[in-house]
């Protein structure tokens, strides 16, 4: 992808899957605007990016207000003149089940995530709708805000907040040419070293090991770095017609979620249905097709 001439912001991309995409944005050709809370983790991932002749520069500040939305934005047209490509990828995680969650711990990871995503999002829109040539807005879901995952109540609120305010932006921000989209990335990171099921392999990436087919396939899991294709992609020309999309990638596999949609449809004879009507319905028309909670990974080989 050539992404030539083209100003990014990655927010939260000091380290990890930020990193990541910045990098691979930058390496395509486009300048980007590093976004960390820590001023030397942000220096150093601009310097990795300078180092490999890429062009880039910091702005230190919180995801999740208005003015720190806006002066990311200022950032990058007093810098580079314009703005092209947001990629919301600011986050944290504060888990721990709901009865121990406390209001504080709700609001942390629902500003960051889900407000940054608005005001950043909103912030980004006004400056392109205003350039008049489109523009590229990237949001980042996770599999947690389509299908849950115990102790994470507040992000999966978010992420899942997320995908349906993509769907939105889609259609809103459609007449001005410009595309918004989720991707839905599982990658080792500090955010995946907490799921014990992916310990073996994240101490493998970390050893310099190759992760094994069963991981970069069946379970889609890898490094950062195997996401950020799909971010320059979807920056890119080539992605001009995909736009309210939620798109999976991990290690090697690339998937495309589906919108929820209705499942079972029956219908009551002209009267509503009563509680007793739907007991009696329930069990053979819906039962078999409920819907599963949490992600179900398959069993490794032995």
């Known amino acids: 992808m050539d992404l030539s001439g083209k100003v990014a912001i990655v927010t939260g991309s000091g380290r990890g899957l930020g990193l990541a995409y910045a990098t691979e944005l930058a390496r395509s050709g486009a300048a980007v605007v590093v976004n960390d809370v820590d001023a030397e983790v942000a220096e150093a991932a601009v310097k990795s990016i300078s180092d490999a002749g890429g062009t880039a520069v910091a702005e230190v500040v919180a995801v999740g207000s208005s003015e720190a939305a806006q002066a990311l934005v200022d950032r990058a047209t007093n810098e580079f003149g314009r703005l092209d490509v947001l990629v919301n990828n600011a986050g944290i995680l504060r888990d721990t089940t ?11 990871v629902v500003t960051t995530h889900l407000r940054g995503t608005f005001t950043c999002t909103r912030a980004a829109a006004i ?6 040539e489109g523009g590229r807005i990237i949001c980042v879901g996770s599999p947690t805000g389509q299908v849950g995952n115990f102790g994470q109540t507040n992000y999966a609120a978010a992420k899942a907040g997320i995908v349906g305010m993509v769907r939105t932006w889609a259609m809103e921000l459609a007449r001005a040419e410009i595309t918004v989209n989720a991707i839905v990335p599982v990658a080792a990171t500090a955010m995946t070293e907490t799921i014990p099921f992916l310990q073996p392999y994240i101490e493998a990436l970390k ?8 991981a970069r396939q069946q379970l889609g899991f890898g490094s950062p770095e195997d996401a950020a294709g799909l971010v320059a992609f979807l920056a890119s020309d080539a992605a001009s017609g995909i736009t309210g999309q939620a798109i999976g990638i991990g290690g090697d596999r690339l998937a495309l979620w589906s919108h929820p949609s209705e499942v079972v449809v029956e219908f009551a004879d002209g009267t509503g249905w009563s509680p007793d009507a739907i007991a009696g319905v329930w069990p053979e028309k819906f039962a078999g097709s409920q819907q ?4 179900e990974f398959p069993e490794p080989p032995k």
């Open 127 to 132: 400056r392109m709708r205003e350039q008049g």
């Open 207 to 214: 050893a310099g090991e190759p992760m094994p087919p069963f």
């Open 292 to 295: 599963k909670v949490g992600q």
């Open 98 to 108: 709901l009865w121990k969650m406390t209001d504080e711990q709700f609001d942390a």
